[in-house]
């Protein structure tokens, strides 16, 4: 998620055998949402990272969304916003 390869870079050479866990995908496309790679007993990415990971950034979009609808709802009956859509022209 973080798009910073440069610690798998290090612990992976041409050659290596590495266990690639993903979730699969419905579309005929690559899929690149890869949970966990471990090489030997060793785990490089780990699926925890990922789950935390996920539930934070779905967790500060959910916060973020209801703020918004929360304070344009408060604004409209508030009589602070006569037409919440502006004009054009």
Do not use: A, C, R, W
């Amino acid at each position: 998620m973080t798009k910073n390869y440069s610690e798998l870079d290090n612990n992976i050479s041409n050659g290596d055998k590495v266990k690639v866990y993903f979730t699969p995908s419905n579309s005929n496309s690559h899929n690149l949402d890869v949970v966990q790679i471990e090489k030997g007993n060793k785990i490089l990415l780990s699926y925890n990272t990922h789950k935390i990971n996920y539930y934070f950034l779905t967790g500060i979009t959910t916060i973020v969304t209801l703020s918004i609808i929360l304070m344009t709802v408060y604004h409209i009956k508030g009589n602070e916003i006569e037409n919440p859509i502006p004009p054009i022209l």
